[in-house]
């Protein structure tokens, strides 16, 4: 059985997140992009209604927002570290109906 795009873009996000706790930058960024792809794929193919739709949205704004800082940090040359990661709670808050 395969699982859903928007299952498999939560398991990248959880793990995103802990690489971004781990400091590990260049692989939570990568993961946090190609998590956004999976919402993205979720939201045009699997969601059920606009109200989930808009949840995973806003996800992914927060998310691309987490991986423009860590882009912009690792470009810089880490010179300063990057604004602290959401809390592992904000992965929690993806609960659709």
Do not use: W
């Amino acid at each position: 059985m395969t699982a859903s795009a928007l299952q498999k873009a939560i398991d990248l996000v959880t793990k995103a997140t802990e690489e971004d706790k781990k400091n590990n930058y260049d692989e939570a960024l990568h993961l946090y992009e190609h998590a956004v792809e999976y919402f993205l794929h979720a939201i045009k193919y699997e969601a059920q209604g606009d109200k989930q739709k808009e949840t995973i949205r806003a996800k992914c704004i927060q998310y691309l927002d987490r991986a423009e800082k860590l882009k912009e940090y690792l470009k810089t040359g880490k010179h300063k570290k990057p604004i602290k990661a959401e809390s592992e709670k904000s992965v929690n808050l993806l609960v659709l109906k």
